[in-house]
């Protein structure tokens, strides 16, 4: 049968992202995930002061600033070695969370649901009740999310001044410390949302939710009609309904650096990771955890539009050297990550396998990655992540008069180099920077999309992406909604990824 390319323009996601596959028939045999924007940060911040990456990664993204900023403070204080007290990273880690909910609700009921009330699914039995609580903009609980996502992010605001873009961690701490005025303000909202996501996301209390410990337990739950009505109820029968468990399994190796850095043990000489959801690299076949190593990260570009260098390099020894050759076996402004050899998924669904979350781990081992359990995994961590700010709060309320800030010495960042990662609302982030004479001489970012959304390395392995739709047999190939299903469980952020417009017509099929 004749081999065919389709180029696909993937809508709702954060950026610009196309996807060429290639058919024999209805199958896709090869796929291309294209970056059609090209990252300029680290270029842009050779030459200047250190803590200019503050001020300056934030603005990489308008949705997760939070966690640019972090990441940044967090490589300045591993460069100079400085200590980070309590206080200061329970409000850093309560501001990303809080960040990370609002992500993951827009996400899930602005970005992915939609295509469920697509006209190919008209004549499902539940898609009455679907289009009810999905309708793009109209829907009940697209409706609550929006609530929910709105009112998260106030809690930024106390601590930042603004939300996105703030401004307010420094190398040592943060700019101000919390008050009681602040706890009450931040518990009111955090119980507001609470309150939403069980009534509307889960149908029952967190405390129920997060109990949840197997597949059989979460499909009894699932069985009770306040459950099934729930907007995680209907997600997942809808989605099971139309097979999404049985596609997009991808790369099959989960990679997490560990969530939520903690406060009583994030200190000096950060010679290892203490984070409340353990990291590491989680293998979906055998459910084997390897320790997270740093080192083994490294990035490709031979697929890539940049100048070319042979094999991975590690973030240290990385450039980001624009370099576009239209017409050539190049296709993307990504670039390729590798931990070691091997493409990986990072995500929500990493972290939580990663953290241990049985609920999770049995889902896969019972079914393997999926669509449909990525997407769930993206609504239990916002519970999980909902338990941990309740917790966090109340620490803090022990914190408050404590020091929130620990001066740096004014030659601290003179020389040296530095990494921090966190887990942002896609997954992992990493921010590596070289400092000489007072003067930033490198600096590389690896954001989540960039893993997921990688094209082929230097030896020709496919991106986690690429490899999820090989494989895929479309129903309809002048409407690829499975491809679309695919790529937006993973919560697309292109506008992380790469920062170029590259003028010019194109003619695509729209999802």
Not at 262 to 268: G, L, N
Not at 401 to 416: K, Q, R, S, V
Request: hydrophobic share 40%; glycine share 10%; charged share 20%.
């Amino acid at each position: 049968m004749a081999r065919t390319t389709l180029d696909i323009d993937l809508n709702r996601v954060e950026g610009d992202l196309e996807f060429q596959v290639d058919l024999d028939g209805k199958r896709v045999v090869d796929a291309r995930c294209v970056g059609t924007l090209f990252r300029g940060f680290e270029q842009l911040l050779i030459g200047r002061a250190p803590k200019d990456g503050l001020v300056i990664t934030p603005r990489v993204c308008g949705i997760c600033g939070t966690a640019h900023l972090y990441t940044a403070a967090l490589a300045l204080e591993r460069l100079a070695g400085l200590p980070v007290t309590p206080h200061a990273t329970l409000v850093r880690n309560l501001c990303l969370m809080a960040e990370n909910v609002q992500s993951d609700l827009r996400q899930s009921f602005l970005f992915f649901t939609p295509d469920f009330v697509h006209p190919r699914y008209a004549g499902q039995p539940l898609f009455a009740a679907i289009e009810a609580a999905f309708a793009p903009l109209k829907g009940s609980v697209v409706r609550s999310a929006l609530t929910a996502s709105r009112k998260v992010v106030e809690l930024v605001a106390i601590f930042g001044g603004q939300w996105p873009h703030s401004s307010y961690m420094l190398p040592g701490g943060i700019t101000r410390g919390a008050t009681a005025r602040d706890l009450i303000d931040c518990q009111d909202i955090v119980d507001q949302v609470i309150e939403i996501y069980e009534r509307d996301i889960i149908g029952d209390s967190l405390d129920n939710w997060l109990a949840l410990d197997g597949s059989d337990a979460f499909f009894a739950w699932l069985d009770k009609p306040a459950h099934a009505g729930s907007a995680i109820g209907l997600l997942t029968r809808f989605a099971r309904g139309i097979g999404l468990q049985h596609i997009g399994a991808g790369a099959r190796h989960f990679l997490s650096a560990g969530s939520w850095h903690d406060p009583q043990r994030w200190q000096p000489p950060y010679t290892d990771t203490p984070t409340l959801l353990a990291g590491g690299i989680y293998h979906a076949d055998g459910g084997r955890l390897d320790p997270f190593s740093p080192e083994h990260i490294n990035e490709h570009v031979r697929h890539s539009w940049y100048r070319p260098y042979p094999g991975g390099l590690h973030p240290f020894q990385g450039e980001t050297v624009p370099d576009y050759q239209p017409d050539t076996d190049r296709y993307t402004w990504a670039k390729a990550p590798r931990y070691g050899e091997q493409v990986v998924e990072t995500g929500p669904l990493a972290d939580l396998l990663t953290g241990g979350d049985a609920l999770i781990r049995s889902l896969q081992a019972r079914e393997g990655p999926n669509a449909w359990l990525r997407q769930f995994a993206r609504l239990r961590r916002t519970g999980l992540t909902l338990h941990f700010m309740k917790t966090h709060l109340a620490e803090l309320g022990r914190q408050l008069g404590t020091p929130h800030y620990l001066p740096p010495p004014a030659d601290a960042f003179e020389t040296g180099e530095g990494y921090g990662f966190v887990q942002a609302a896609r997954g992992t982030l990493g921010h590596w920077l070289q400092v000489n004479d007072g003067r930033i001489s490198r600096y590389q970012i690896v954001t989540p999309t960039a893993w997921n959304a990688s094209p082929r390395d230097s030896a020709g392995r496919h991106g986690h992406w690429e490899q999820s739709v090989i494989g895929l047999e479309l129903a309809d190939p002048a409407d690829p909604v499975e491809i679309g299903h695919i790529v937006r469980s993973h919560d697309p952020c292109l506008v992380c990824t790469v920062h170029f417009v590259q003028r010019g017509e194109r003619h695509r099929y729209g999802v």
